[in-house]
């Protein structure tokens, strides 16, 4: 029940974009974002409900297309302190839990 | 805004004994905390769905005997991890359904860091 996150990682200069994806293979009630700083938990980012949702605060937004159960979450104008691990987290229609995808490490550098 | 509560930061035990961790949320009842493990650079992977006086649901391959996940209140669920062995080193995470009122998510708590030696 893992989602799928791509890439991997990724390696950024400071001011540039990155997206990343999340794929569930489940129906999808909701879907959540997190980033997780080393050796820390996870801190939620957004969180987009079943309907096609897009939201956005400052510079990182995300969208979730309903129909093919994926979620995207962009990155804009990256900053040094977006640097960290990026986790989907996915609500599968009737279950009251939440499954973490495989992680995206990103990397902002100077 | 949501706040989880989580004891110990850190533990070390010797191989063979019981640990006990705590969850508690601070500002709102949570009816449902959900226990995750999670090993160096990978993802977080949800071992069990604690819920307020009834038994927790395990996910497929944790062993219930071994983490025993208690939710005796609205506001704190604990897991104790017995007869502890290396290979349960890992960080440990718990967290709580908090949307209620306000969007935040799932909100966690500061994770354990249990090494067994």
């Known amino acids: 029940q893992q989602p799928v996150q791509s890439p991997q990682a990724v390696i950024l200069r400071e001011g540039e974009d990155a997206v990343i994806n999340c794929s569930s293979s489940k129906a999808l009630y909701s879907v959540h974002w997190y980033r997780q700083k080393h050796g820390e938990a996870p801190v939620f980012l957004m969180i987009l409900l079943k309907g096609g949702e897009q939201k956005g605060h400052e510079k990182i937004s995300a969208s979730f297309n309903e129909k093919k159960q994926q979620s995207s979450l962009y990155l804009t104008a990256s900053q040094l302190s977006y640097s960290g691990t990026y986790f989907c987290g996915t609500e599968i229609i009737g279950a009251n839990n939440l499954f973490f995808g495989t992680g995206t490490r990103l990397t902002v550098i100077p | 805004g949501a706040v989880v509560s989580q004891h110990p930061s850190w533990v070390i035990c010797k191989s063979g004994t019981s640990v006990k961790i705590e969850c508690r949320s601070l500002?709102?009842?949570?009816?449902?905390m959900f226990w995750y493990r999670q090993f160096p650079k990978q993802s977080l992977m949800l071992m069990a769905t604690?819920?307020?006086?009834?038994?927790?649901?395990?996910e497929q391959g944790v062993e219930k005997d071994k983490f025993l996940i208690n939710h005796a209140s609205l506001t704190l669920s604990t897991l104790t991890v017995t007869s502890a062995h290396p290979e349960d080193s890992s960080f440990y995470i718990c967290s709580a359904d908090s949307r209620t009122g306000g969007d935040y998510g799932y909100t966690f708590g500061s994770g354990t860091r249990l090494t067994v030696v």
């Open positions: 604690s819920n307020e006086g009834s038994k927790a649901t395990y």
């Open positions: 500002d709102f009842q949570a009816t449902t």
